[in-house]
């Protein structure tokens, strides 16, 4: 059993930092697939942040220049550092992973993920 849990969340001003983390746990999921969406209310899910085999990154247009995903080295933790924190980043933001029968990374260009955390809240004031 695959479990994501985010933390690091919280209410910042604009202009402020955060990171998030995503402690994962489990077999099954793709270590080289992963990502980070948000969903803010009455609005859809949208990918964040994408990394895939360690080097390739792949970021939304409005968070690019601001946002920086990681991994640590035994890709258990996934991380992101949001900079320059803006009123329109408020939303719940998630991880997600991919499994790892998967022969590639749906989500690196979908907004589907086959595993998914609970969230953590992000709410940035003006």
């Known amino acids: 059993q695959v479990q994501l849990v985010e933390s690091g969340g919280g209410s910042v001003q604009a202009g402020g930092s955060l990171r998030l983390s995503c402690a994962v746990s489990?077999?099954?999921?793709?270590?080289?697939?992963m990502g980070w969406f948000r969903q803010a209310p009455g609005k859809e899910r949208e990918g964040v942040a994408r990394?895939?085999?360690?080097?390739?990154?792949r970021y939304a247009e409005s968070v690019k220049g601001r946002f920086t995903i990681s991994q640590d080295n035994a890709k258990t933790t996934l991380y992101l550092q949001m900079n320059s924190l803006k009123p329109e980043d408020t939303a719940m933001y998630y991880c997600?992973?991919?499994?790892?029968?998967?022969?590639?990374?749906?989500?690196?260009?979908?907004?589907?993920?086959?595993?998914w955390g609970q969230g953590t809240q992000v709410t940035v004031s003006s």
């Open positions: 997600a992973a991919d499994k790892n029968t998967r022969p590639w990374c749906r989500l690196w260009d979908s907004d589907l993920a086959d595993y």
């Open positions: 489990g077999y099954g999921y793709r270590r080289d697939c």
């Open positions: 990394i895939r085999r360690d080097v390739s990154t």
